[in-house]
Every structure is written in C-alpha cells, then in structure tokens.
C-alpha cells in the first residue's frame, strides 16, 4: 500500500530549523501502515531536510556550519540576474537535500533515542511551506 499526505508547514526563513517529528509521527499513525519505509520531501529549491538532534546547541552548530559552506554575503549569479537576494538560499538547500526516508516498524519511524527530523527554511522571508510524506508498506 501508498498513502501520500501533505503536511503545511509555517516558516521564518533564514536557516530557521523546525522539528517535524511529530508531524511525521501524526501521519503514520494516520496512514494505518505498520511496516515499510517513510520518506519527507520539501517542494521547492530553498529548503531542505534532515535528521539531526533537535538540541539548541547543536542546531546552532549546524546553522554555522551551513553558513561557512554558503555565506549570505558572497556574490551569487542568481541574486545578479533575479534580484531575490537569496542565491544563498538555494545553494544551501542543494547541499542539503529535499527528502529524507526513515524506516517504519509497528508504526514507528526507526530514528535514534536523540534524532530527530527537522526542516530547514534557507529563504531569507517567512513561508508556508508544503511537506509531501509517502508511506509505503503495509
């Protein structure tokens, strides 16, 4: 079996890290599939998804991370031919990735006791974003 869910997502932009978890969570338990394999995807070209520890700490770490990889303040040939001043944006969404697939047994997402799965928003303005989940298995 397929079960597809959409999932509306608000964000701040700006490398903002949400913990979707229990968003993933809400829609196993709604799909009725107990074994198989979850995948979260973000439309769009500037924002990403992954799992990491959602500890503020470390959520920082990565937003530093992320930011020493592709600076705002760098030129980009987007930002010169789009004028959106956020070349940045997609830069950082490419290297992160628009899906993450998980495990499913007895219902549950096989993550680690500290792992999390976060969305980052790397648009410099708030949105609202759609999150796309797929459930297969049975």
Request: glycine share 10%.
């Amino acid at each position: 079996m397929v079960v597809t869910q959409n999932i509306s997502v608000r964000t701040q932009g700006n490398a903002e890290v949400q913990d979707i978890t229990p968003m993933i969570q809400r829609g196993l338990e709604q799909s009725g599939i107990s074994n198989g394999i979850c995948t979260v995807f973000v439309p769009g070209s500037t924002a990403g998804i992954t799992s990491i520890e959602y500890e503020s700490g470390v959520v920082q770490d990565l937003q530093d991370a992320i930011s020493r990889m592709a600076p705002e303040n760098i030129r980009y040939r987007h930002d010169a031919r789009w004028g959106d001043g956020n070349g940045h944006s997609h830069v950082r969404a490419a290297l992160l990735g628009a899906s993450f697939s998980v495990p499913v047994v007895d219902g549950e997402p096989l993550l680690g006791t500290w792992q999390q799965i976060v969305l980052i928003d790397f648009d410099n303005r708030p949105r609202s974003r759609n999150l796309i989940l797929q459930i297969v298995g049975d």
